[in-house]
């Protein structure tokens, strides 16, 4: 499978909750993921927090995605049942190796999740 496809799936997994088919799409040594507000070294670390965020999760629309060689790019709206905040819009960058997601970079205004949770944001290890 194509790094690009690898990621599409991954993306539907995540849109229809399906985490344990996402994790299996991700490398399990060496994985890291990297956001403006946190920073997630195991998949099941990411995994868990898009888990919770799951709750508030209107919809999760792929507006584009383009892949060179194993780096593919994915535009996203996040959109919510959090009326104050309403939709997030998302950049990610996603490293493949050896058909596994081995990073995930993700861009976005951190101001808005973080006033989503709160404050509560979760520790790194």
């Given at each position: 499978?194509?790094?690009?496809?690898?990621?599409?799936?991954?993306?539907?997994?995540?849109?229809?909750?399906?985490?344990d088919?996402?994790?299996?799409?991700?490398?399990?040594?060496?994985?890291?993921?990297?956001?403006?507000?946190?920073?997630?070294l195991?998949?099941?670390?990411?995994?868990?927090?898009?888990?919770?965020?799951?709750?508030i999760q209107?919809?999760?629309?792929?507006?584009?995605i383009?892949?060179?060689?194993?780096?593919?790019?994915?535009i996203?709206?996040?959109?919510?049942?959090?009326?104050?905040?309403?939709?997030?819009?998302?950049?990610v960058?996603?490293?493949?190796?050896?058909?596994?997601i081995?990073?995930?970079?993700?861009?976005?205004?951190?101001?808005?999740?973080?006033?989503m949770?709160g404050g509560?944001?979760?520790t790194?290890?």
């Amino acid at each position: 499978m194509e790094p690009k496809d690898i990621v599409a799936q991954y993306i539907a997994h995540i849109h229809a909750q399906r985490f344990d088919e996402a994790k299996a799409l991700l490398a399990t040594d060496g994985f890291e993921y990297v956001g403006p507000n946190m920073r997630f070294l195991r998949p099941d670390d990411m995994l868990s927090y898009q888990f919770g965020m799951a709750a508030i999760q209107k919809d999760l629309v792929l507006r584009q995605i383009s892949a060179d060689g194993d780096h593919v790019f994915a535009i996203l709206d996040y959109r919510t049942n959090f009326e104050p905040i309403g939709d997030v819009r998302l950049a990610v960058w996603f490293r493949v190796r050896n058909d596994k997601i081995q990073t995930v970079e993700a861009f976005y205004n951190a101001a808005v999740v973080e006033n989503m949770l709160g404050g509560n944001l979760p520790t790194p290890e």
